[in-house]
């Protein structure tokens, strides 16, 4: 039986831009699902919201400056669950069971979230990179430091360095669906299914508890 944690998490939290700015994020999200790929122009959202094209560009900048908004307003609800997540009143191994899952399940819901963190990280501007640093990979290592620290303190972990965690499991998940297009190519293999999530979160549980618990296997 699955912990039982307080509130709720709102779905989606504001990107600190007006309604208008907001609603452009919409068709681009859809449009980079509905294609498989972040490949998409200024040209397609304003086609795809209705909106003039000069409008998005008034409100970005650039597509980069978009993709950049959009990943900050995914990233905002994942960072805010974190904060949820680790206030409950449930075991630390609960809590990493529970970000494990959470984390495969974001980068399934964005599927492309990590096709733009790698761009926005590797291929755009330092100050890009610098940004997705900051409201990504800096709240993930802090997140996994303190629960790895409360895991410790309790007795249910091993003392493990959160950035060598923090690149074995994001690493893991990421490359779920980052190398899933060159495994299809080598071996057939399909898309990534709701069935394919639950097989990884099961997976993924398995291999991170049973490095981490203290002589324990998985509860």
């Known amino acids: 039986m699955r912990p039982q944690l307080q ?64 990943l900050a307003r995914d990233a905002a609800t994942e960072v805010a669950n974190l904060e949820y997540l680790l206030a409950q009143p449930i075991s630390p191994t609960a809590k990493l069971k529970l970000h494990i899952s959470g984390i495969i399940r974001a980068y399934h819901r964005f599927p492309y979230m990590n096709r733009l963190i790698h761009y926005l990280l590797h291929e755009s501007s330092a100050e890009a990179a610098d940004e997705v640093s900051k409201f990504f990979v800096a709240p993930l290592l802090d997140f996994h430091r303190r629960l790895i620290e409360e895991g410790v303190a309790q007795g249910e972990f091993r003392a493990v360095d959160p950035v060598l965690f923090y690149t074995s499991l994001i690493g893991a998940c990421d490359h779920l669906f980052f190398g899933r297009h060159a495994m299809s190519r080598a071996i057939g293999v399909g898309p990534v299914t709701d069935d394919v999530c639950r097989q990884y979160i099961a997976h993924m549980e398995a291999l991170i508890c049973g490095g981490i618990l203290q002589g324990a296997s998985g509860e």
Do not use: W
Request: no cysteine; proline share 5%.
């Open 7 to 70: 509130n709720s998490v709102p779905e989606k939290l504001p990107a600190g831009r007006n309604a208008t700015a907001e609603k452009l994020l919409d068709p681009a999200s859809e449009l980079m699902i509905a294609r498989s790929s972040i490949e998409i122009s200024l040209s397609d959202i304003a086609q795809k919201s209705g909106a003039n094209a000069a409008l998005v560009k008034y409100h970005f900048g650039n597509k980069d400056g978009l993709l950049l908004a959009l």
